[in-house]
């Protein structure tokens, strides 16, 4: 279900672009929990069923100047 829910945005041969989620704006202000959700969800039984749905270990947080770089890099393979 969860995974039939998402959509691929970029698909790369190389391994610069991993999986990531991201805020819009109108979450922004609950950035900091949503982050230590996801940060957390291996240590939770239903959170751990989710990742292995998503076939994910688990979350690794990144900072702003990596996605940056990793948003740039999807508009560069998209053109």
């Known amino acids: 279900m969860i995974r039939k829910q998402l959509r691929v945005l970029v698909r790369s041969q190389i391994s610069v672009i991993h999986h990531s989620l991201m805020v819009g704006p109108r979450l922004q202000a609950r950035r900091g929990e949503l982050r230590q959700v996801l940060l957390n969800m291996a240590a939770d039984e239903k959170g751990g069923g989710v ?21 740039d890099l999807m508009d560069t393979l998209n053109t």
Not at 52 to 64: I, K
């Open 51 to 71: 990742l292995a749905a998503l076939g994910f270990s688990g979350w690794q947080a990144v900072d702003d100047e990596e996605m940056e770089f990793m948003i």
